[in-house]
């Protein structure tokens, strides 16, 4: 099979002026080598496409694919994931991971919270901020935890995103109002353990890999798996793979959410427990990163004995079969 692979390169928008934290959820050229040699492992014949932009040359020019590796996160709007997967279903090509749907609706933090709250999974109380206007509406009591609506990779979250005042909330989210020219969502802060479950499959079939709890060291930003402790994880954060009552809570929570989403393939979830310590639902990662070593989704499956080149057949293999069940209703 021929399997095109569509990326946002870092460097490429490092190199047009783009920042560091601008371009902190696109990929470095060492993951997009190592998903070629993990399809050419299992028998597949790798493509590079690239970005939205290469993809729309490539098919003008008549360019097709057996199927799409897609992990590019886009550039602009709250469909910024969905515009790669739009296209290849414009042209009938079959890509790995989730639907224009599915990704929008994750992107947007608080369109995702209200479809988990209406299906009774439990995540936050919150509030989503357009203007600083919207302020005068909030009822959650202090304290609170605000960052944007659509951002990935910790961005926009920083020690200042725990809030505990009427005066750091204003502050805060006024920062970020114009900072990052999309909304803020604030919600309750949750002060329990921070896991996050690694899940591959599609619907009744999806299953959790493992989950990670998330240690932030004394030299860390507080409080806070923020945009600097994700950037230096190995001297600030300790990754540790559980399996304890909460764990299993969380697995069970994070399966619940990724199926009511509509994700398919493979993922992240995102928990952490409230005062009671029962894990609540933060953010949902059907793009999670792929790096073979700094990312998250494959650092779970290394603590729990999966080799790199299998999760990439397992997401592979879970696209197959429901392509081959789409084609055949």
């Known amino acids: 099979m021929k399997i095109g692979l569509t990326y946002d390169l870092r460097d490429d928008y490092l190199a047009e002026g783009y920042t560091e934290e601008e371009t902190a959820e696109f990929d470095r050229l060492d993951t997009i080598e190592a998903l070629e040699a993990a399809l050419l492992f299992s028998g597949y014949r790798p493509d590079r496409i690239g970005h939205v932009k290469a993809l729309v040359t490539r098919l003008i020019s008549g360019d097709r694919w057996d ?66 206007d919207d302020l005068t509406s909030l009822e959650i009591p202090f304290p609170l935890f605000a960052k944007p609506v659509a951002e990935g990779t910790g961005k926009g979250i920083t020690a200042a995103s725990k809030i505990s005042s009427e005066r750091e909330l204003k502050q805060v989210c006024g920062t970020l109002l114009k900072k990052y020219r999309q909304p803020v969502l604030v919600e309750s802060f949750l002060p329990g353990r921070e896991l996050t479950v690694g899940i591959v499959g599609t619907g009744k079939e999806a299953v959790a890999l493992g989950v990670m709890e998330i240690h932030l060291r004394e030299e860390a930003e507080r409080d806070v798996y923020s945009f600097t402790n994700k950037e230096n994880y190995e001297s600030l954060v300790e990754y540790n793979l559980v399996n304890d009552d909460m ?24 928990l952490r427990a409230d005062a009671a310590g029962y894990p609540n639902v933060m953010e949902i990662n059907p793009l999670a990163g792929l790096h073979p070593v700094h990312s998250d989704l494959p ?31």
Request: charged share 25%; hydrophobic share 45%; aromatic share 6%.
């Open 67 to 132: 199927m799409v590796f897609n992990i590019a996160e886009g550039l602009h709007g709250f469909g910024r994931e969905a515009q790669i997967p739009a296209l290849l279903e414009a042209y009938g090509i079959p890509y790995t991971f989730s639907d224009p749907l599915a990704l929008t609706l994750t992107l947007h933090k608080g369109m995702a919270k209200r479809v988990l709250r209406d299906v009774g999974i439990p995540t936050p109380d919150f509030i989503v901020i357009e203007t600083e």
């Open 247 to 270: 764990a299993r809570n969380a697995e069970e929570i994070a399966l619940a959410a990724w199926r009511a989403l509509g994700c398919r393939d493979g993922g992240r979830i995102d």
């Open 299 to 329: 650092i779970i499956c290394n603590l729990v004995g999966i080799p790199y080149h299998e999760l990439i057949s397992m997401i592979m293999r879970s696209a197959r079969k429901r392509i081959l069940v789409e084609d055949l209703v």
